[in-house]
């Protein structure tokens, strides 16, 4: 019979520490300075965008230690079709202490965020933010239609990925066509 060993529970807690210190301090690299945006397209297809015009462009301004702590301002988003002008996206509290907090998707993210973002015309929208291996952010906005029984489809649904712009066009809170 073969004896068995117990590992000290002081070997995962040392992994986990390393892990979120490492994961840490990639999340803060992608951080903009002012004057820094992440800026880009909508991917065009349409059966992953609802919602928003084929030429929408997303501006993303990104505070990874608020984000992290889940302050208000933390990430600031605009489309250039109105359906974000400067909206706030805000994270959870609360979720930074659920298993939630954790989620990933395949594909080379070095973390994912769940947040909420007001939509100028309507309730708020989900917002996925996942940092990417690559230095790009990919942002996912989702709504379901508020209202079914309306003619109205006020239904959200857009990836864009996006890569850090210098040359933000954020200027007093509005977005600026380049």
């Not at 002008?85 to 939630?100: C, F, G, I, K």
């Not at 998707?105 to 070095?110: A, E, N, Y």
């Given at each position: 019979m073969k004896a068995q060993t117990r590992r000290s529970p002081w070997v995962g807690i040392c992994v986990l520490v390393f892990f979120v210190s490492s994961c840490s301090a990639r999340v803060s690299e992608f951080a903009?300075?002012?004057g820094e945006?992440?800026?880009?397209?909508?991917?065009r297809d349409d059966f992953v965008r609802t919602g928003f015009r084929p030429d929408a462009r997303l501006w993303l301004t990104l505070d990874t230690t608020g984000l992290?702590?889940?302050t208000e301002s933390?990430?600031?988003?605009?489309t250039s079709d109105g359906v974000f002008?400067?909206?706030?996206?805000?994270?959870?509290?609360?979720?930074?202490?659920?298993?939630?907090s954790l989620f990933d998707?395949?594909?080379?993210?070095?973390r994912s965020f769940l947040a909420y973002a007001r939509v100028e015309q309507g309730p708020m929208a989900t917002v996925v933010i996942s940092l990417m291996e690559n230095g790009?952010?990919?942002v996912r906005i989702m709504r379901p239609d508020t209202d079914p029984v309306d003619d109205l489809d006020?239904?959200?649904?857009?990836?864009?990925?996006?890569?850090?712009?210098?040359?933000c066009p954020f200027a007093d809170d509005q977005v600026q066509e380049p």
């Open positions: 903009t300075e002012p945006c992440y800026f880009g397209s909508i991917v992290s702590e889940a933390a990430v600031v988003l605009s002008d400067a909206s706030p996206a805000q994270t959870m509290p609360q979720l930074r202490h659920d298993s939630l998707f395949p594909g080379g993210r070095v790009q952010v990919e006020d239904a959200l649904f857009g990836v864009f990925r996006l890569n850090l712009d210098e040359g």
